[in-house]
């Protein structure tokens, strides 16, 4: 049965599903990544997936639209990081801390949200989701157009956001400015420009995304919201910036990896070899604890991050 | 800011906080989430007056709901607890939630192992064991972080899900599966290794009391002992501790260790006071409630057991709530979020005043 596993097919439909599974982590991921440049540690990620995944659900049971799903997701992720920005910028609030009471929160109210709208557990509506989007020609490059481009929409999107990410960061005013703030805030602060101000962009970007990531887990992927069902992909996303060393490109390999375990557990299931499904449930988490023992090479983290900024 | 100054105010941080801070920082954060509550009752279509009375009366309405208000308090309690300990020290561990999984697991596994031994065997056995579990681990991810440098926060949520499934894989198809049983949970345990029953006819059991003792020598500990002094040090300035000469990886351990014992004997005391077999629903969850408990309470014993008291008579009261007004009783962990929400915010800006710009030049 192993050998199944190294049949073409097999292979190209591993590889496949490794990048679809790669996309809500990397959305989220490359969020995190621009509020971490600038210097705030954003633990309720799991929180906004889990909104967002919930306001992506209800909001294409309603409307029938996906679109529509994906655009209260994102807003949901936006109110979330609003409340975020302000309790951590403004207020000055543990980063760690406020990260943890959205989380809870998130939990607390999609899981009350969700019984009082549909009470019996088990007539739950599921809604129709996002199909596979082949690209007209590349699709049908034998293999590569198989893993690549025959895939749902939002997947496109998300790797297309490496790229966007990155020459934000590395070739836009507001990226360097960013970047300046997680390594020295006061250099801005005394130039005039507001470090909060862009901190607020940065976190509201990050939420943006993560509402983003958690939309893909229900409207590209199953049709039934479950509570709690972002079931630690937020705190992944976190490891895969670490992991990542805080650059687009390497958030995008260690995002791939560890979606690849995750493909070729699934593909283990589904060839029936007989590995209890725990030990393979539980095989991202130990590879992210893994991932973060030997990160020792990854580059360095920005040196104010989890801080907040306070003038003298 | 300019246009507060150009009013003749200005928000500035005050030097110290006062008493009155932290009393009107707490009445306005229960303010706020009553009215929170309200909103959600209403939207949820029940009348919130009557909710919030199915509430009360469901968690101090009888003897009984009163004892069982105890009982659900109990966990929250020794997690609250171990979560305070470790945050007193600014070492961020998530992990009660698993360190309960561990003390419930390493219990039942030396209880196992003893069988139908007398009665006063059988405590001692699972108190300690218990607290063996939860501390190792505890100090599974106290060493991932002292010795590898992992961020303690994202290493203890990870063993958090990881236990999880361990927990599943044994009762699924492993050793502890119930005989012929369907679900994924044990037999029941002997009746010998049950926890007395303090109060007939209700569920109270020894737990609560051994909670109770433990806030209070962890209370002295903290203040009163090397150890407490170097875990508040640690809290403020890790540096300077480390500068007279204390070993700080050895105090993360240790730290790591005593929180994740006492959250191991939250497990303990569910699985031998209140569900008398070991299964993965009703632990769950547990730890992360600990950690509002923890912070509502200023990370202070004392005011962890107000605090935890508090939670166990929500969650008790909830099921009331839920027949009488068929409001879901996930409410319970929306409101509990939005307490520690509204506290975070008022406690924040309790740090801050208003002044007038002629009074402060």
Redesign the interface.
């Known amino acids: 049965m192993w050998t199944d596993l190294l049949e073409a097919g097999i292979i190209v439909s591993v590889l496949a599903a490794a990048i679809r599974i790669a996309t809500p982590i990397l959305f989220t991921a490359l969020g995190e990544l621009v509020a971490e440049r600038a210097g705030i540690y954003n ?1 309720g990620l799991e929180g906004m997936m889990l909104m967002g995944a919930f306001a992506g659900w209800l909001g294409t049971y309603h409307s029938g639209s996906a679109l529509v799903g994906i655009g209260a997701a994102v807003l949901a992720g936006l109110v979330m990081s609003l ?1 975020f920005a302000f ?1 951590v910028i403004t ?3 543990e980063q ?3 990260g ?2 959205l989380n ?2 998130a ?3 999609s ?2 949200w ?3 709208a549909f ?1 019996d557990v088990n007539k739950v509506p599921g809604i129709s989701i996002l199909q596979n989007a082949p690209i007209p020609l590349l699709a049908d490059i034998p293999y590569l157009g198989a893993v690549l481009f025959d895939q749902r929409v939002v997947t496109y999107a998300a790797l297309l956001a490496v790229p966007a990410v990155w020459l934000f960061l590395y070739r836009s005013r507001l990226g360097l400015e960013i970047r300046c703030i997680g390594e020295n805030p006061k250099a801005l602060d005394i130039k005039g420009h507001s470090v909060a101000l862009r901190q607020y962009a940065a976190v509201l970007f990050g939420g943006a995304m993560a509402g983003l990531g958690g939309a893909c887990l229900t409207v590209a992927a199953t049709a039934h919201f479950v ?1 709690d069902m972002v ?2 992909r937020g ?1 992944l996303a ?2 895969i910036v ?1 992991a990542g060393g805080w650059s687009p490109g390497r958030v995008l390999a260690a995002a791939l990896i560890f979606s690849f375990l995750d493909a070729l557990q699934l593909q283990i299931q589904g060839v029936g070899i007989q590995i ?1 499904y ?2 393979l ?2 095989m991202p ?2 590879a ?2 893994l991932a ?2 030997l990160r020792r090479k990854a580059g360095r983290a920005p040196t104010m991050l989890g801080m907040s900024y306070r003038r003298e | 800011m300019t246009l507060l100054a150009w009013s003749g105010w200005r928000i500035e941080r005050r030097s110290g906080r006062s008493s009155f801070a932290l009393v009107s920082a707490l009445l306005s954060a229960g303010a706020g989430a009553v009215l929170c509550c309200a909103l959600l009752f209403l939207a949820a279509g029940a009348d919130p007056i009557a909710a919030f009375a199915a509430l009360a009366k469901g968690s101090f309405g009888s003897t009984r709901a009163i004892a069982d208000t105890l009982v659900r308090a109990t966990p929250l309690i020794l997690t609250g607890l171990a979560t305070a300990i470790a945050f007193r020290a600014r070492l961020w561990n998530i992990g009660a939630e698993g360190q309960v999984f561990a003390g419930a697991m390493f219990a039942f596994w030396c209880q196992s192992a003893i069988g139908a031994a007398p009665a006063y065997l059988q405590i001692p056995v699972i108190v300690l064991g218990s607290l063996c579990g939860g501390a190792l681990f505890g100090a599974l991810a106290g060493a991932l972080k002292a010795r590898f440098q992992v961020d303690e926060v994202i290493a203890t949520v990870m063993l958090n899900y990881i236990i999880i499934y361990a927990l599943s894989l044994l009762l699924q198809q492993g050793p502890w599966t119930e005989p012929g049983g369907f679900f994924e949970q044990t037999a029941m345990v002997p009746d010998q290794a049950k926890l007395p029953i303090l109060i007939e006819k209700t569920r109270l059991h020894l737990g609560f009391v051994l909670a109770l003792v433990l806030a209070a020598i962890l209370h002295v500990v903290l203040h009163h002992s090397p150890l407490g002094y170097e875990i508040r040090a640690a809290g403020s300035n890790l540096r300077a501790l480390q500068v007279q000469g204390v070993h700080a990886g050895r105090l993360i351990l240790v730290v790591f260790a005593l929180s994740g014992a006492i959250a191991g004997l939250a497990g303990a005391f569910e699985v031998y006071g209140v569900q008398y077999r070991l299964k993965s629903g009703t632990l769950g969850g547990l730890g992360y409630t600990g950690i509002i408990i923890a912070i509502l309470g200023q990370l202070s014993p004392r005011a962890v057991v107000i605090a935890g008291l508090l939670f166990g008579a929500l969650l008790n009261g909830s099921t009331l709530m839920q027949i009488r007004t068929g409001v879901p009783s996930a409410l319970i962990y929306a409101i509990e979020a939005i307490i520690l929400m509204f506290f975070l915010i008022a406690w924040a800006i309790s740090q801050f005043r208003l002044r007038r710009l002629r009074d402060v030049d």
């Open positions: 633990m409340l309790m207020l000055q609030i760690i801390v406020t943890l009471a809870l929160l939990s607390g109210l899981t009350f969700l019984r009082s009470s509570p079931n630690g705190w976190l490891v670490i209890p725990q030990l449930l539980a988490y130990v992210a604890i973060l023992m």
